[in-house]
């Protein structure tokens, strides 16, 4: 089964609107963190929010914030106001079994959104 | 600026030679780092763990005595793509968490192979 499910493979959105980036998720572990990266053009990945499944109130990260409904098991990732620059792949991923655990676990990604940015 | 380097951005190479990639964590010791690799148009699916001092772990179907990975020291792994053939030609990419609470994973800038 699918552990990260993006289910947009593109998104259009006008310079200075709102747009939100679906991402589901699924794991039985109770701990876990929740991640978004941008890959531009040039391919490096950078990092922009992060949502821990123990953390109470909704990351936010300058422009970016993350609406996490855990129940639902859904991560959306929220751009307010749309820059030009934010034309990019945007990737949802995962990281299990964050609590107690000494060592890093590997991310897993899900399929990406591409997103384009019209004046 | 870049906590995690990596090294060369892009090659080519023929059919047949190996090709070496480094990734380097700049400020930080990395006892773990991941390697990726990455087809256009597709995800990011991990390839191997590479794990300072002891063997790596690689992922189902990843060919270990093909994409060698040496993690010698606590900021430098390698990895090192033998025999290459066209179908090797992929962006690779590593990682290395940093530790806190986040323990955000930072990413080198990629490797773009072009095997001819």
């Known amino acids: 089964a699918q552990k990260i499910t993006q289910t947009q493979p593109g998104m259009f959105v006008q310079e200075k609107e709102a747009v939100t980036l679906d991402c589901t998720y699924d794991?039985?572990?109770?701990?876990?963190?929740l991640f978004w990266y941008k890959q531009p053009s040039s391919g490096e990945m950078i990092f922009l929010i992060y949502?821990?499944?123990?953390?109470?109130q909704n990351a936010t990260e300058g422009r970016y914030s993350l609406n996490f409904q855990k129940a639902r098991k859904s991560a959306n990732l929220v751009i307010s106001a749309s820059q030009l620059g934010d034309s990019a792949m945007y990737f949802c991923?995962?990281?299990?079994?964050?609590?107690?655990?000494?060592?890093?676990?590997?991310?897993?990604f899900g399929t990406g959104t591409r997103l384009l940015v019209s004046p | 600026g870049a906590v995690v380097s990596q090294h060369p951005s892009r090659v080519i190479c023929k059919s047949g030679t190996s090709v070496k990639i480094e990734c380097r964590s700049l400020?930080?010791?990395?006892?773990?780092m991941f390697w990726y690799r990455q087809f256009p148009k597709q995800s990011l699916m991990l390839m191997a763990t590479?794990?300072?001092?002891?063997?790596?772990?690689?992922e189902q179907g990843v060919e270990k005595d093909k994409f060698l990975i040496n993690h010698a020291s606590l900021t430098l792994s390698t990895l090192t793509v033998t025999s290459a053939h066209p179908e090797d030609s992929s962006f690779y990419i590593c990682?290395?968490?940093?530790?806190?609470?986040?323990?955000?994973?930072?990413f080198g800038q990629g490797t773009r192979l072009t095997v001819v």
């Open positions: 990682s290395a968490p940093r530790g806190g609470r986040v323990t955000e994973a930072f």
């Open positions: 794991t039985s572990d109770p701990s876990y963190g």
């Open positions: 949502q821990g499944s123990y953390d109470q």
């Open positions: 991923a995962m990281r299990e079994g964050l609590r107690g655990n000494t060592g890093f676990q590997k991310l897993v």
């Open positions: 400020d930080f010791q990395a006892t773990t």
């Open positions: 590479s794990n300072e001092g002891s063997k790596a772990t690689y």
